[in-house]
């Protein structure tokens, strides 16, 4: 009955790509030379140092964000990662999920705020966040090849796609959990909604606002084996590798790379949005505002007036 039936939604897509492609190749080159440019530059600050160098940097972040714990395994982590002759994959895809986590909170946190202070805009950006969470991860990278033609650009835009959501999402809701009390009085005190969102809503939605930061990085890096397929190099390059050879030793090489880079990076950003922060950073400023507050006075002996003989012989004569 309903076989003659189709919805050419296929030729509709693949003409409106066509589309794109013809009248905005300029944009997308434009886009590609920034990613690019700014993918060049963070790569070749983590690859061409001397490996013990940036371990010694990225175990210092550890140790002022997380104390010295941290900072010991973040050196036996990134020691693993050297021995096993992983560095440079894992330093071009530390350079990865970096480009792709600050453009995806470059358009996560500004909608989420929009979000949440506009109630139709909320509405409207629901369902497109539910259509890019439940898209398979493999799907975007066809269109990404497509605008982008293969290499890390089309990688990292696929990234952004498939991390940006639950970014939107957790600022959304951060906000939307401020007290609506402390919003008021504020109001009340004469505050813009401008100076509202930067010193009271941003504040005390920070640790919701953080939590989405950690999950679009952990998205993004978990993308890396995808991004590989199409050109982005990295750690997903030898697992890639390791799966047409089914090379098990490879594949554990890579894969427990991969894991030690997810600890460092979901251990940072944690404690970079804890409210209860115990780090050393967080222990000396404590110890300078304790240091600087007002004392009070401290009354010496010999400063206590003693009685006077009229106070003493209005005394006697009392009793």
């Known amino acids: 009955m309903f076989d003659d039936l189709r919805l050419p939604l296929g030729d509709w897509v693949e003409a409106g790509v066509d589309w794109i492609t013809a009248n905005l190749a300029i ?23 001397p490996e013990l160098v940036l371990i010694l940097v990225l175990a210092a972040i550890a140790f002022l964000v997380r104390g010295w714990k941290m900072a010991l395994g973040t050196v036996i982590g990134l020691f693993v990662i050297v021995l096993v ?20 909170l470059l358009i996560a946190i500004p909608l989420g705020i929009w979000a949440a202070r506009n109630d139709t805009v909320s509405t409207i950006v629901r369902p497109v966040l539910d259509f890019l969470q439940t898209m398979p991860a493999f799907v975007y990278l ?22 940006m959501a639950p970014g939107v999402r957790l600022t959304e809701l951060g906000i939307r959990g401020v ?15 401008g100076r509202i969102l930067r010193q009271i809503q941003l504040p005390l939605a920070l640790p919701t606002i953080m939590t989405g930061v950690n999950q679009i990085i952990m998205l993004s ?10 050109g982005a190099g990295g750690l997903g390059q030898p697992i890639v590798q ?16 991969v894991v030690i880079l997810a600890i460092f990076l979901d251990r940072v950003t944690n404690a970079l949005g804890s409210l209860q922060d115990h780090s050393p950073v967080a222990k000396l400023r404590a110890r300078r505002a304790a240091a600087d507050a007002p004392r009070p006075a401290v009354v010496e002996p010999d400063m206590v007036a003693s009685p006077t003989a009229e106070t003493e012989a209005a005394a006697a004569g009392g009793r």
């Open 27 to 49: 944009l997308f080159d434009f886009v590609k030379s920034v990613i690019t440019g700014i993918y060049d530059a963070i790569e070749y600050v983590l690859i061409e140092p």
């Open 85 to 104: 002759n992983q560095w440079d994959n894992a330093m071009a895809t530390l350079a990865l999920t970096i480009v792709a986590a600050f453009f995806a």
């Open 142 to 163: 066809i269109p990404a090849i497509i605008l982008f033609n293969v290499g890390v650009v089309p990688g990292i835009i696929a990234t952004i796609a498939f991390a």
């Open 179 to 193: 007290n609506r009390e402390i919003v008021e009085a504020g109001s009340a005190f004469g505050a813009s909604p």
């Open 221 to 230: 890096l978990s993308m890396v084996v995808i991004a590989a397929m199409v």
């Open 242 to 257: 390791s799966l047409q050879r089914i090379d098990i030793g490879l594949g554990s090489e890579a894969g427990l790379s």
